[in-house]
């Protein structure tokens, strides 16, 4: 996997304890346009810091272009950030 780290816009569900779950996320290509991508499955979900910020790693796979891909989704706890970090 290639690291992209890139910002982008997630449309996800929530526990009551307040755990996201990505549904699907739209992400910028090089030429302004945009992408929507739908999450298959989340294959695993793991918690970690970095530089003392919190974060839930999320492991995802998904059809793109036909082809089966599997990408990694970082949520920053305390800003509610969405980054599209390896695919």
């Known amino acids: 996997m290639k690291v992209i780290a890139k910002s982008i816009d997630v449309i996800a569900w929530f526990t009551e304890a307040g755990e ?4 699907r996320f739209r992400v910028k290509n090089e030429d302004e346009s945009t992408t929507i991508i739908k ?9 970690e810091k970095i530089a003392g910020n919190p ?7 998904s059809m793109i272009n036909k082809i089966n891909k599997i990408y990694e989704l970082k949520y920053e ?11």
């Open 20 to 23: 996201p779950s990505p549904i």
């Open 39 to 47: 999450v298959d499955k989340v294959i695993f979900k793991e918690k």
């Open 55 to 61: 974060m839930l790693v999320f492991r995802c796979q």
């Open 77 to 87: 706890i305390q800003t509610c950030k969405w980054t599209l970090f390896k695919m």
